[in-house]
């Protein structure tokens, strides 16, 4: 008899389960198969067709939280991956409440108490809740923390869950029991709408983001197992409307060879100006789809300030090993996009070590002030990944009863060195905001350096401002508040050890004459596979990245056009060349040229 890849996954969870953790929960994979579809035809399965509240919200300032506000649990579905998921535990139950589904309660206290993977850990901070489930995907069967009164009034809301496993989907029901939180669920019609988390990413002020997978699962056709609710595109931005506050519902073409359609496998949102998405060599699997997604973005849709997204590239790695590659190539969909933030922690799924140290400093530098904790999802003899999902698919988060917004803008560089610069931000808290200061510091070795925000209107906007610096300053900056009801906050989050920043430069200079180069300083050197290079000009001009061998031949033009002001990753496959010396070149139109070596192995 001949097996399906979804019967050989689960046969080896169970192999390895029953020398580790036997009586441990197996997981059906992330995509529906044709092992699930024929177990479904054999024993049937009972669809949930009515539970939590199934009518809107009754408020009147609905606001889905974003991932970055503060969290108060993370909840995870225990089953056949249990040493990830016990790294998941012994990460986020230093930033907050662990809650754990478990059909085995005492089973998972063993394993996390017992020194395998890890050490033992301490139960400090985790509720163990005893519950049926199918699978380990909570992302996708989780509710989502809304808001009922923009920042108070906090419930729960859960979409029909597009998969035919009625226990994962009443997870929601039971976590909204065990926290004591209303989920709202859109399960009857006519605000009946199929959805699911991986799909879903919000801003936190009312845009939120999904593939056309919403579209094509609510369209009245219907699947081997379900008949999918009718509704047309603008009666399915009114019910996330009506449940979650969205007014700006942004959908992307699906992606061709992401086998399950959901956006977290290749975007993410790090704040409310900035996306994070993934990067292909040129032509390679979901490239073309992603950079033309960005384009559509860019053209039609801005931040809440009106300005455009800001757009971090972060490679992702083929697949290891005979048989591997990149998706196009039926290689496993490898993906850095996948993290999930825990307050003051990001948990980042690594692979293997070429690519993940081009990950972590990517997010590094994205996010100072982060611990950022690589997970392996491929290399510890339990390769999730192989299932279709990481980290972000394997757990969900909710925000807590009473957050302090902090919302700003980052400051653009500027030549301006005579004016102070006014830094603006949008502070709120349920029950009022009592103080807001800006911390402000030139050196993050020395002291920080305060100045008392004022109200800018009655919306909830402060202001203060940074004295003028000479060129060639770089300045760090945060905001923190108080609350009415005595809560503080910081924005970053890690603050001070997070920060914003920016520079004042000099735009007398020519590119000629930068007494530092705007080539930076390429990671991993030497380099094995994905090489970033990084690129910071103070304004944008044409330019020509090259790779030249040691006979100063070009084996290699790694860009070549316009490149804008500010800071750009650029992004070379090592693995394509000999390995050998050569040297990096940065040519502009000023006649600019500057260089490094780099190492291949």
């Known amino acids: 008899m001949s097996l399906t890849f979804e019967q050989i996954a689960l046969c080896i969870c169970a192999l390895f389960l029953s020398i580790l953790a036997p009586a441990q929960h197996l997981t059906w994979p992330h995509e529906l198969g044709r092992a699930e579809q024929r177990h479904v035809e054999r024993h049937g399965f009972e669809p949930i067709q009515s539970r939590g509240i199934e009518t809107p919200p ?19 579905a225990w089953t056949s991956f249990p040493c990830i998921q016990k790294q998941i535990v012994a990460a986020a139950k230093q930033e907050c409440n662990v809650i754990i589904f478990a059909d085995n309660p005492s089973d998972v206290e063993n394993y996390l108490t017992t020194s ?48 035919p496993r009625p226990e994962d989907d009443i997870i929601p029901d039971v976590l909204g029991e065990a926290m004591g939180i209303d989920v709202y669920s859109t399960t009857a019609e006519p605000t009946d709408l199929m959805n699911t988390g991986g799909n879903w990413m919000s801003d936190g002020f009312g845009t939120a983001f999904a593939s056309e997978l919403v579209l094509d699962e609510n369209d009245g056709g219907s699947t081997w197992w379900t008949d999918y609710p009718d509704h047309s595109e603008s009666e399915i931005d009114q019910i996330v409307s009506d449940f979650h ?41 979901d490239g073309p789809q992603i950079n033309a997604n960005l384009e559509y973005i860019l053209s039609n849709y801005t931040t809440r300030w009106g300005t455009p997204f800001d757009v971090i590239r972060i490679p992702s790695p083929p697949e290891q090993g005979f048989g591997g590659g990149y998706p196009d190539q039926n290689g496993w969909y ?12 990001v948990l ?15 997010y590094q530098e994205a996010l100072p002030g982060y611990e950022i904790v690589g997970i392996d999802c491929d290399n510890n003899g339990s390769a999730i990944i192989s299932l279709s999902g990481a980290i972000h698919c394997i757990t969900h988060t909710v925000g ?26 949008y502070i709120s808290h349920r029950s009022g905001i009592t103080s807001a200061t800006l911390h402000w510091s030139a050196d993050l070795n020395g002291n920080w350096n305060s100045e008392t925000m004022n109200p800018l209107d009655e919306n909830g906007n402060w202001t203060a401002s940074i004295p003028a610096h000479p060129q060639g300053t770089t300045l760090y900056y945060y905001v923190e508040s108080v609350a009415n009801s005595g809560k503080t906050g910081t924005r970053p989050m890690p603050a001070p050890e997070g920060w914003w920043s920016f520079q004042v430069f000099d735009p007398s200079v020519g590119m000629d004459e930068f007494a530092v180069s705007p080539l930076l300083s390429a990671f991993p050197n030497p380099a094995g596979a994905i090489t970033c290079i990084p690129v910071d000009l103070d304004r944008g001009t044409q330019t020509e990245l090259v ?51 780099l190492f291949v192995l």
Request: glycine share 6%; with cysteine; net charge negative.
């Open 400 to 425: 807590v009863e009473d957050p302090l917004m902090i919302s700003h803008l980052p400051l653009p560089d500027t030549e301006d060195d005579q004016n102070e610069y006014p830094v603006e931000a």
């Open 348 to 362: 980042l799924p690594t692979y293997y070590t070429e690519y993940d140290t081009t990950a972590i400093q990517i």
């Open 547 to 597: 790779l030249l061998n040691a006979l100063g031949e070009t084996v290699e033009v790694i860009q070549s056009g316009w490149l804008s002001a500010g800071s750009h990753k650029l992004f070379l496959h090592a693995d394509r060349h000999s390995a050998g010396a050569y040297l990096l070149v940065l040519r502009t139109a000023q006649g600019g040229m500057w260089s490094q070596r």
């Open 116 to 163: 395998i993977c890890g050490g033992a850990l301490d139960l400090e901070n985790i509720d163990i809740v005893d519950a049926e489930y199918n699978s380990i995907w909570i992302r996708d069967y989780g509710a989502n923390t809304v808001y009922g009164s923009w920042n108070d009034n906090r419930i729960l809301v859960d979409w029909k869950y597009n998969r």
């Open 58 to 76: 009754p408020f009147d300032s609905l606001r889905t939280a974003a991932e970055w506000e503060e969290v108060e649990a993370l909840t995870i």
């Open 245 to 285: 506050g969205v007014e700006t519902y942004i959908k992307m073409p699906n992606l061709p060879f992401d086998g399950i359609h959901h956006i977290d496998m290749h975007m993410k949102l790090l704040d409310e100006s900035t996306l994070l998405l993934a990067e292909y060599p040129e032509g390679v699997a």
């Open 334 to 345: 490898l993906t850095y996009t996948n993290s999930v933030f825990v307050n003051n922690t």
